[in-house]
């Protein structure tokens, strides 16, 4: 049941874009997204609802596709500071929850 | 600083032994969740309780039991505990019962597990 992310790592400059997938095997009620640093706890980006997109930030925004059961995550012009692992978090129609495997970005000058 | 508070932030136990890990939720904040970070298995959700109550069941243990008091914070125990628990335990809280646009969940600093 644990969303499937791809890429696993992925380095980009300053200023590229990046897609970040989630696919998951149930059918889903809502998808999170999140960022993690490295030693720090994980940032709550975005939720996206059943039948909703959702813009949590500038350039950062992400689409849910209820009938394929995935998500994606869209990084613009990426900054340096968009680097870190990259957690979609499903919740099912079971009412369960589970986090996908990680996206590891780095953002080079 | 996102307000959810964890402690202790370092705890190195023996096997066989039994921990509380403590959550104190932001101010205003009903909701209040448990995540174990392992290397292995990477981010799991444990259980979440709203407002004294479990909402929600993950990935817990049965050697695992957490509980949301009336002051609203939250602990989680682990008992029998073996090498494998050795992990990052985070709590988060949210106002509401879940997540949403108007509703962002925030992270504890996490608490880590050593079992020896």
């Known amino acids: 049941q644990q969303p499937v992310q791809s890429p696993q790592a992925v380095i980009l400059r300053e200023g590229e874009d990046a897609v970040i997938n989630c696919s998951s095997s149930?059918?889903?009620?809502?998808v999170h997204w999140y960022r993690q640093k490295h030693g720090e706890a994980p940032v709550f980006l975005m939720i996206?609802?059943?039948?909703?997109e959702q813009k949590g930030h500038e350039k950062i925004s992400a689409s849910f596709n209820e009938k394929k059961q995935q998500s994606s995550l869209y990084l613009t012009a990426s900054q340096l500071s968009y680097s870190g692992t990259y957690f979609c978090g499903t919740r099912d129609t079971g009412n369960q929850f589970y986090f996908g495997t990680g996206t590891s970005l780095t953002v080079i000058p | 600083d996102s307000g959810v508070t964890q402690t202790p932030k370092h705890l190195i136990t023996a096997t066989g032994q039994r921990v509380t890990l403590r959550c104190s939720p932001r101010s205003g904040d009903l909701s209040v969740y448990w995540y174990q970070q392992s290397l292995d298995q990477g981010l799991q959700f444990l259980i979440q309780?709203?407002?004294?109550?479990?909402?929600a069941k993950g990935n817990i243990l049965e050697r695992f039991s957490a509980q949301q008091f009336p002051d609203l914070h939250s602990e989680l125990n682990l008992s029998s505990l073996e090498l494998g628990d050795s992990a990052l335990y985070f709590c988060?809280?949210?106002?509401?019962?879940?997540?949403?646009?108007?509703?962002?969940?925030?992270f504890g600093e996490g608490s880590w597990l050593t079992v020896v």
């Open positions: 996206l609802l059943k039948g909703g």
């Open positions: 149930k059918a889903l009620y809502s």
């Open positions: 988060a809280s949210t106002r509401g019962s879940l997540p949403s646009s108007g509703n962002t969940i925030y």
């Open positions: 309780y709203y407002n004294g109550e479990e909402r």
